[in-house]
């Protein structure tokens, strides 16, 4: 499945890719300029962020949970107000790896093509990498190849998140240090670089109970207790990833002009 979902997506993408250059280049720049946008999802993660804020503060907690499945795993029927807003923390830190800076990672690197390879494994990993019975002999080929494609980007951004922090005025130190203290209190080899990240730049504790398709889990714990995890903190992790998407795409333009 992973074979011919990539393969195909890859070989769609650049035969376009090649098909629009060879009738005309600026058409090809355009068509190259559309597919590296079609890879990133910061506009998305604001607005269905911004939807789960805006429940939130109009004490709308049913469809509140209602808008948070749209953005997590987790089962959401039974979330209360805080439980909501820690789980789009963490689903905001997450995306910002896959749905920012790992995209714009690969796409620095090999353009769209690239780019396209890294989502096709990231969203079969988001369909099927998981460790339950269903899916655990299906998917772990998925969930593996994504840690894999996922390293160093990872790592990225957790430092990318920490200087973002600064820029907004919150706590590069405390960002860094929790990246590097609890960037391996998670399931996932890098998903706790990006959430320790967030959490040390907010003050918050991340992690926790959770549950996932009925079954309780009990994740570990991440970051400091320095301020309550209030609604708010949605609205500064989304301020958080619209920054480090400025960098990174500021990072990828010094990239290329230098190299």
């Known amino acids: 499945m992973v074979i011919l979902v990539v393969c195909v997506a890859s070989g769609i993408s650049y035969g376009i890719l090649r098909f629009s250059k060879a009738l005309n280049p600026f058409l090809g720049d355009v068509v190259w300029v559309y597919l590296a946008y079609t890879t990133l999802a910061v506009r998305d993660l604001r607005v269905k962020g911004k939807a789960v804020l805006k429940e939130l503060n109009s004490g709308e907690i049913k469809e509140a949970r209602v808008r948070l499945s749209m953005i997590v795993a987790r089962d959401t029927e039974n979330l ?3 439980e909501i807003a820690r789980a789009a923390v963490e689903s905001v830190a997450e995306s910002i790896n896959d749905g920012i800076i790992a995209p714009l ?12 390879v ?10 099927v990498g998981y460790k339950n019975e269903k899916y655990l002999n ?5 969930a593996k190849l994504d840690d ?3 390293y160093i980007p990872a790592r990225v951004t957790g430092l990318v998140i920490a200087v973002s922090a600064g820029i907004y005025n919150k706590n590069f130190t405390a960002s860094f240090r929790m990246m590097t203290r609890d960037g391996k209190n998670h399931f996932s080899p890098n998903s706790g670089l990006s959430e320790a990240a967030m959490a040390g730049a907010l003050g918050v504790k991340l992690g926790g109970a959770s549950s996932y398709f009925g079954k309780s889990v009990q994740k570990p714990y ?14 500064e992790a989304l301020d958080i990833s619209f920054i480090a998407s400025v960098l990174m795409l500021l990072g990828g333009i010094v990239y290329k002009w230098v190299f």
Do not use: Q
């Not at 890294?118 to 369909?127: A, I, P």
């Not at 991440?222 to 609205?235: A, D, F, H, P």
């Open 80 to 82: 209360n107000k805080e």
């Open 105 to 116: 990672f690969y796409l620095i690197l090999g353009g769209p093509v690239a780019a396209i």
């Open 118 to 127: 890294y989502k096709s494994v990231n969203t079969l990993d988001s369909m």
């Open 138 to 142: 299906f998917g772990w080929f998925s």
């Open 148 to 150: 894999c494609l996922n």
């Open 222 to 235: 991440i970051g400091e207790e320095k301020n309550v995890l209030k609604i708010s903190c949605v609205n």
